[in-house]
């Protein structure tokens, strides 16, 4: 029997092509298949860098016997969770609900009629730690396909059942308010580790959503309490190894509470998101550190993550080959204090070891340690710092490197345009603004069709088969408008708008709760549908943030009172579970603070004036303001319409909640409106 991946676009799927297993793609054939031959289906969910996903794949789907098993009594299924979120989704549910925990990779077992009946996630080849082997479960489930079929038609149905009739407390359509998002507030800081930074115990994810709320929140109301949650996370974060100390960006999580082991893959949404947090921590604060990190961050997905094409990749690997030939997690990326001597000599060496807390002992596997920059670094020279980073740099890059997956998801491409667009913006790094226009011009190439309908993938520059979900269309959406606020550029306003004009007609429901998938998209066993953050902002609430925006650079009624609408599921779990609607809470800041349009117009796009007024209105960091830049007299952004020059010189417009100040040509009296 065949494996089927080899001419599929995922790199996860491609990972598995020349296994001995008989792989299927998701697909309406595979269901087929199970029905003709009476088998029942193996369901296989990962992702390219899943450490546990690649671990699974050595010790049984590369094993010929366990194959074998599988090819005569199953038909197997595997699916990239970055490709189909939708698929993850619907079974990654019932798995939580069965079983109360999930992950990847996830292991389910389904009636060709797409009905889940058993569950897992990594199943070990022999028995270990109190789990089945993998053969035992197989076995386990042919027995009771074979022996006990209407048992197991009972429990699928069932499971199936409890999952279509499952209703989110949506609450109502009523956007929140001051009480919910104070409310929201103390629930974070309620769980908040104020020793080490973040929310919660171990593993830590960096909270990324939740930060962008606690900086808005600052902005509006002048909490100090949650700048300071949001600051000192973000340096604990910089400080730890979860963070690349010699090449920047971030790693996936931290293992400990104290940001210290990561898992070491290297994710594109994660370094997006916190890009564009750090970049708005230095414009609330100024810090040098919120600055380093944020442009450091920016130069990684530049030069680690861009494709040929001019897209941002997903990922790169936690495991690479340790120089041995056997891949390791985290080889390319941790030092022992022998290692640091042999590359910087005996003096530099220690120093470097003194600097980013290595020791004998190691703080990860076999006395290595993961560079980091302990609280008590003390005083040490800048330059001779800069050497030692730039000499283990060079070391490093000799080692064999963590493998890329280089698909590029539409979504995760929409939050890296955004950060870069406004790093570049902020810095004065036109390159940077040139690699986020760079992969919006991929996306509108390749990924949009003549309809402005969205695919979720491609790769190589070749556009994949899954249709976009909610989060494509929100987050792309959302890299659109930043990218014609910082260009001025009126083109990526209209994609936003073909983009969010898709939302509001194959998403929402009469409701105003919004759906992952289309209205038109591939019937699964339930239509999913989540408010909360995962790894990334909720297809939900990103959609409400970007037609906010939208409405605010356009007037747009009905995607103003779309938005209000989608945020009643934030005024319903915002008090309950901030930790989970970061982005929601994010916002409904933006929508208590606005709307606020400002529009900048100069003689030209050049003009030293314009400009100064045009970087000003960027940095404001008022949470609902939308800028506008251009030529007096042009048609490039609505905002713009009927806004002169004052006395032959730019101005600025700013206008609050449909009230217009006058209009001024003084930066400073424009920087005072948009940050008090």
């Known amino acids: 029997m065949p494996n089927r991946l080899a001419h599929e676009t995922s790199p996860y799927l491609l990972q598995h092509a020349d296994n001995p297993v008989a792989w299927w793609p998701w697909s309406a054939e595979a269901f087929e298949e199970a029905r003709k031959t009476n088998r029942p289906v193996l369901l296989s969910v ?49 798995v939580q609900a069965a079983t109360g925990q999930g992950g990847w990779p996830m292991t389910v077992f389904l009636t060709p009629d797409a009905e889940p009946f058993y569950f897992g996630t990594y199943f070990p080849p022999a028995p270990r730690h109190g789990m089945p082997s993998f053969r035992q479960v197989l076995e386990g489930v042919r027995g009771a396909w074979t022996d006990r079929r209407d048992e197991v038609a009972e429990v699928a149905g069932k499971i199936t059942r409890d999952l279509s009739q499952r209703e989110i407390d949506y609450g109502g359509t009523e956007a929140p308010g001051e009480e919910e998002l104070s409310r929201a507030l103390l629930g974070l800081t309620r769980e908040y580790d104020p020793q080490r930074g973040g929310f919660g115990g171990a593993p830590k994810f960096p909270p990324s959503m939740a930060l962008e709320f606690l900086l808005r929140h600052h902005a509006r109301t002048g909490a100090e309490g949650a700048l300071e949650m949001a600051r000192d996370t973000c340096e604990r974060m910089a400080r730890g190894g979860i963070y690349d100390q010699l090449a920047g960006g971030f790693a996936r999580y931290s293992v400990d509470r ?75 990326y941790v030092w022992t204090p022998a290692q640091l001597t042999e590359v910087l000599g005996e003096e530099d060496g220690a120093l470097a070891a003194q600097y980013f807390g290595v020791t004998e002992d190691g703080t990860f596997e ?80 390749l990924h949009l069709d003549e309809h402005a309908r969205l695919a979720r993938t491609s790769k190589d520059g070749h556009v994949g088969a899954n249709a976009g979900v909610l989060e494509d269309y929100a987050d792309v959406a959302e890299g659109f408008l930043a990218l014609a606020s910082v260009t001025g550029e009126g083109v990526w306003l209209e994609f936003a708008g073909f983009l969010l004009d898709h939302v509001l007609a194959g998403f929402v429901d009469e409701s105003g709760a919004l759906y992952d998938t289309a209205a038109d998209a591939e019937r699964l066993i339930r239509r999913p549908q989540d408010p909360t953050d995962n790894a990334t902002p909720s297809g939900w609430t990103a959609a409400a943030g970007a037609l906010l925006s939208y409405a605010a650079q356009t007037g747009a009624e009905p995607h103003r009172t779309a938005a209000e609408r989608a945020l009643g599921v934030v005024k319903t779990l915002g008090p309950r579970v901030p930790r989970f609607i970061g982005w929601g809470l994010a916002v409904a800041e933006a929508y208590l603070d606005g709307p606020r349009e400002v529009a900048i117009v100069g003689p030209s796009l050049d003009d030293e004036a314009a400009k100064a007024l045009h970087r000003t209105a960027l940095l404001g960091t008022a949470p609902g303001a939308v800028v506008a830049f251009g030529v007096a007299g042009g048609d490039e952004l609505p905002l713009l319409a009927d806004r002169p020059l004052v006395d032959g010189e730019p101005a600025a417009y700013v206008c609050r909640n449909f009230t217009c100040d006058a209009p001024t040509t003084d930066p400073e009296r424009l920087r005072t409106a948009l940050n008090r």
């Open 366 to 445: 076999e006395g290595q340690s993961v560079l980091q920059l302990p609280q008590d670094e003390g005083v040490f020279d800048a330059d001779r710092i800069a050497s030692v980073k730039s000499r283990l740099l060079d070391a490093r890059s000799r080692r064999p490197a963590p493998g890329r997956d280089d698909k590029v998801v539409a979504a995760w491409n929409g939050l890296a345009i955004a950060a870069l667009a406004e790093t570049g913006a902020y810095f004065d790094r036109p390159d940077l603004v040139e690699a986020a226009v760079s992969a919006a011009d991929l996306l509108v190439r």
């Open 46 to 94: 990962g992702y390219s860098s899943c450490h546990w996903c690649h671990v699974m794949a050595h010790e049984s789907f590369e094993d010929q016997a366990t194959a074998d098993y599988l090819n005569e009594h199953f038909v197997s299924v595997k699916v990239d969770r970055e490709e189909r979120p939708d698929v993850d989704a619907v079974y990654m549910e019932a």
């Open 258 to 332: 104290e940001w210290t082991v990561p898992h070491f893959e290297k994710m594109l949404y994660d370094n997006a998101l916190l890009c564009r947090v750090y970049a708005h921590l230095w414009r609330s604060t100024g810090s040098a550190l919120a600055r380093r990190v944020a442009v450091e961050t920016a130069d990684f997905i530049v030069r680690e993550l861009r494709t040929a094409e001019g897209g941002f990749a997903s990922a790169l690997d936690a495991d690479s080959d340790d120089g041995t030939g056997k891949h390791v997690e985290g080889a390319y």
